[in-house]
């Protein structure tokens, strides 16, 4: 399975500031996930970025919100902009598996917005 | 109604009890079949994969799926206080997109 690192590992930001997550993996992949867990919820899946291509986003969730690069094969990053505290959550990477829909996700950013 | 759901507990069992979780969900096209476990203030860790119905069986850990009722289960023998933590069930007609059940909370007391 690929090892996953995210920085910042949580972090308490202001209303109506940005906070960039980053999303580091040990071997390259075509495919990485951005979800949000809130507590007691399933996990969302905020966006889908394959290297090279704009981002997919799923419903609800939109670019101007939560912009999202992928520069190369081992990394990616996550901005939640413009942060109200309904953005409080966890926010999880992960990285398809060599099996259909297998994923293998990172530690998970705690985020709280005050 | 969620396409998935599954009971949130918390379920509190003692050291060496057999554990029952269990997802329904309504969607006949769900093919993949997954179990996480997530401890506190980490990621979810994938346990265990199905594809389609049947049993599969790792150490103390089987996973069951019923096409037929949409129902899947995990059954963890021999529970340990380390088995302490959250499981998600996960389902996928494929394609990338995976729905998550809210997870069940377990504590294994010693």
């Known amino acids: 399975s690929a090892v996953i690192s995210q920085k910042p590992s949580r972090d308490i930001c202001q209303r109506g500031t940005s906070l960039t997550i980053q999303c580091q993996v040990d071997s390259q992949v075509t495919m990485m996930f951005w979800y949000r867990q809130q507590p007691g919820q399933s996990l969302t899946l905020i966006a889908t970025a394959n290297q090279g291509s704009e981002a997919t986003y799923e419903s609800g969730f939109v670019i101007d919100k939560f912009p999202i690069s992928r520069p190369n094969l081992t990394f990616s990053t996550l901005t939640v902009s413009n942060m109200s505290p309904e953005d409080s959550s966890i926010y999880l990477c992960?990285?398809?598996?060599?099996?259909?829909?297998?994923?293998?996700f990172g530690p998970g950013t705690r985020l709280t917005v005050l | 109604q969620k396409e998935v759901e599954q009971d949130p507990g918390p379920l509190s069992v003692p050291e060496g009890a057999i554990v029952s979780l269990n997802c329904t969900y309504s969607?006949?096209?769900?093919?993949?079949f997954m179990w996480y476990r997530q401890y506190s203030r980490k990621g979810p860790e994938l346990l265990m994969y199905?594809?389609?119905?049947g049993n599969k069986e790792d150490g103390r850990f089987t996973a069951q799926v019923d096409k037929s009722s949409k129902y899947i289960s995990l059954f963890i023998r021999d529970s340990q206080p380390s088995d302490s933590a959250t499981y998600l069930c996960?389902?996928?007609?494929?394609?990338?997109?995976?729905?998550f059940g809210a997870g069940t909370r377990l504590f294994v007391k010693a």
């Open positions: 996960a389902m996928s007609a494929g394609g990338f997109k995976t729905i």
């Open positions: 199905t594809y389609s119905s």
């Open positions: 969607n006949s096209a769900f093919q993949y």
């Open positions: 992960s990285v398809e598996g060599f099996r259909s829909n297998e994923q293998f």
